[in-house]
């Protein structure tokens, strides 16, 4: 049998598109003024969104196009998803006029308390209403930004008070904006295993602030996202994540993110591929490259070069595709607390 005849057309469909993956944006501030690494500037919106449009992507809803990815369901285009953390004010009065000129939707995870105290920073139930009418998803952020998990390894309660914050917040969308679909922003990204778990049995889909690519073998209380602000907004680094796809792997089985073990391992079994190449897997950790233990073709462990100090760190791993593009991703996030 002639191998060479009936793997060209295979690479040929797997290097055309990404139809069965959706890719998710992540911003907060669309401004000039607010801080660097949490802000778009509004020129550089305007110059991603131009770009999206000549690589043909297509600017989907989110809950909807998640929906398609779940159920396995390939679309001819291209997809992306904008979403907006916290609720700031510039989304409201900046990034919406924009969007609804270019009749885009998306998606706005908002942190419901300051919005109800009517800060400055925040945009208001009005506007929020308005958007809704025009393209955007409000969706659940908690009442207060808490950090949702920090306690949860010395704190019986914190099980109570977290579920309690998600399902209030729930309840002000569904009064202020009249419908609150089941989609949910961690804040900070923060989750443990047993908050994914009450999500995915109340029948949320759940976002992180991790990076990579949303197919069919996602964790569906924990999908990533690729941040688009401060030194990632550029439209040069965000075609390398637009185009991303996500590691085989079965994202579900990874580890629970929040550790009290300051050098925590990650341990992850790869499905064979055609497509990703094992051999040129890298992993970073906050950046830097670090060492892998191979276990065997499929598995492999790696470990943080240096003890972690309590908080947040981040291990991203990428593989090329056997063709060099685009790039497999898995990104972890360690909350490391308790020491
Ligand atoms: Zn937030």
């Known amino acids: ?84 953390d916290d609720g700031f004010r510039s989304v409201c009065d900046t990034a919406y006029p924009i969007l609804k000129e270019r009749n885009l939707p998306f998606t706005v995870f908002v942190t419901t308390d300051p919005v109800d105290a009517n800060y400055q920073g925040y945009c208001d139930w009005e506007q929020l209403r308005e958007m809704s009418k025009n393209g955007a998803t409000i969706a659940n952020h908690t ?8 306690e949860s390894l010395q704190d019986t309660d914190w099980f109570q008070s977290a579920t309690r914050n998600i399902e209030q917040a729930q309840l002000r969308i569904e009064q202020e904006i009249g419908h609150a679909p089941m ?25 992180g602030q991790q990076s990579g690519s949303i197919e069919q073998h996602s964790d569906w209380q924990a999908l990533p996202r690729f941040n688009a602000a401060g030194n990632y907004a550029s439209v040069s680094s965000l075609r390398f994540k637009t185009s991303a796809r996500a590691l085989p792997t079965d994202f579900s089985a990874l580890p629970d993110p929040v550790v009290t073990d300051a050098l ?9 591929s055609d497509e990703a190449h094992y051999p040129h897997l890298q992993c970073y950790f906050n950046g830097q490259s670090v060492e892998l233990d191979w276990h065997d073709d499929t598995r492999f462990t ?7 100090v309590n908080g947040r760190h981040r291990i991203n791993c990428t593989a090329p595709h056997r063709n060099g593009s685009p790039f497999y991703w898995l990104s972890q996030q360690w909350l490391v607390v308790n020491q």
């Not at 009442?143 to 920090?150: E, G, I, N, Q, Y």
């Open 264 to 272: 925590p391992p990650l341990t992850v079994e790869l499905t064979p």
């Open 302 to 308: 790696v470990l943080p070069p240096k003890e972690l």
């Open 1 to 84: 049998m002639n191998h060479k005849f009936f793997t060209l057309p295979l690479l040929m469909f797997t290097s055309a598109a990404n139809a069965d993956a959706l890719n998710v944006l992540i911003y907060h501030h669309v401004d000039d003024s607010t801080p660097h690494s949490t802000s778009t500037r509004v020129d550089d919106f305007i110059k991603q969104l131009d770009a999206f449009e000549q690589q043909g992507y297509e600017i989907v809803d989110l809950q909807t196009a998640v929906r398609e990815v779940q159920s396995g369901q390939e679309t001819p285009q291209k997809r992306l998803a904008l979403t907006f």
């Open 143 to 150: 009442l207060d930004h808490a950090f949702l998990v920090r």
């Open 183 to 207: 989609l949910f922003a961690y804040p900070y990204g923060e989750y443990n295993h047993e908050l994914r778990d009450w999500l995915k049995a109340q029948g949320y889909i759940a976002f």
